[in-house]
């Protein structure tokens, strides 16, 4: 079974400055889907940024992208000119190809995100 | 234009009691799910239907089960409420092909007293 493993449960970080929240996976799979995904307070699940496993370049979405290393199996993702609206839980998921493509997300347990004004 | 709503948004109830969660989306998915967010935050999966068929039951206690009359509904129904079933309860729905990117509902805060 996929195992997906977010190191730091809370960061911080000034208003309009960069952070990167960090996570690491453990699959025994080539090919499979990645994602992050932001929970505000009010806890409605939004789909931040994707990556698919067989594309070697980073994903980007404006001011968020990914650093994905398939051999180290990690994909940090980088908020650039952090606002205020950034703040929230970010969750980092993953997600099996095998299985028909049925399968639900499996979930790091999430990173709090503090944007100090 | 809501795109995966859920029914009620709160629910609080007794220990015992029997209760049902609604979902519906119309974006024209072909696969649904089911995610349990415990106190923790930590989101699991619990099921997923595809097509009216059951695809994945992830250890879920049997007072867990989930209807789906048709492929733009997937309700969940729970028995014999238990206080460690108080948890968001979100549901998802997203194409079975391609990057499978999941479109999640509002959820469902389930309080047992």
């Excluded at chain 1, 347990?109 to 100090?116: A, S």
């Excluded at chain 2, 029914?7 to 007794?14: G, N, R, S």
């Amino acid at each position: 079974a996929q195992t997906v493993t977010q190191s730091q449960p809370e960061m911080s970080v000034q208003e309009a400055e960069t952070v990167t929240l960090s996570c690491t996976y453990d699959t025994s799979e080539s090919d499979y889907y990645l994602f992050w995904y932001k929970q505000p307070p009010s806890r409605q699940m939004i789909l931040v940024i994707r990556q698919e496993a067989y594309k070697q370049q980073n994903a980007t979405e404006n001011r968020f992208s990914v650093n994905f290393q398939k051999a180290a199996k990690s994909f940090s993702l980088k908020i650039s000119d952090s606002q205020l609206g950034d703040a929230a839980m970010y969750f980092c998921a993953y997600r099996s190809i095998s299985g028909g493509g049925a399968d639900g997300l499996t979930f790091g347990k999430g990173t709090h995100l503090i944007i100090q004004p | 234009d809501t795109a995966v709503s859920q029914t009620p948004k709160y629910l609080v109830t007794q220990m015992g009691n029997d209760k049902s969660i609604k979902c519906e989306q119309n974006l024209g998915h072909d696969t649904m799910y089911w995610y349990k967010q415990d106190s923790k935050k930590f989101l699991k999966i619990m099921f997923s239907y595809n097509n009216k068929e059951l695809i994945i039951n992830e250890t879920v206690p049997n007072r867990f089960s989930p209807k789906s009359p048709d492929k733009a509904h997937l309700n969940l129904h729970i028995n014999s409420l238990e206080l460690g079933d108080s948890a968001v309860y979100f549901c998802a729905s997203s194409h079975l092909a391609g990057h499978n990117e999941q479109f999640f509902g509002p959820g469902t805060r389930l309080t047992v007293l």
